[in-house]
């Protein structure tokens, strides 16, 4: 079984920052690719940020130049780090990972999120 636990999250001033971190456990072959999403109330889910085998990294337009996503592969960990943080940036964050679980199979995970609140 594929566990992804993030942590991190919390109460932050705007212009603070927060770094969020997301670990990567269980039976797994090699990791596609690791992101975030996040989702305030009444809200869909969106893609913050994803960083995929190799290096490539995507960003969200409302995130480009304040949030940086890099990982360490030798832990199977994802980080965010979330710089002149804004009320707007409030939501649950979630981890995401597609990873190669089997020859030809992949799959799709996801952690139980962790909450970044932004006062004004």
């Known amino acids: 079984q594929v566990q992804l636990v993030e942590s991190g999250g919390g109460l932050v001033q705007a212009g603070g920052s927060l770094r969020l971190s997301c670990v990567a456990s269980?039976?797994?072959?090699?990791?596609?690719?690791m992101g975030w999403y996040r989702q305030a109330p009444g809200e869909q889910r969106e893609l913050v940020a994803r960083i995929i085998s190799g290096g490539t990294k995507n960003y969200a337009d409302s995130v480009k130049g304040r949030f940086t996503i890099y990982s360490d592969d030798a832990k199977n960990t994802v980080y965010l780090q979330m710089n002149s943080l804004k009320p707007d940036d409030t939501a649950a964050y979630y981890c995401?990972?597609?990873?190669?679980?089997?020859?030809?199979?992949?799959?799709?995970?996801w952690g139980k999120g962790t909450k970044v609140t932004v006062s004004s």
């Open positions: 269980g039976s797994f072959r090699s990791i596609n690719f």
């Open positions: 995401n990972m597609n990873c190669n679980v089997d020859l030809g199979t992949s799959r799709v995970y």
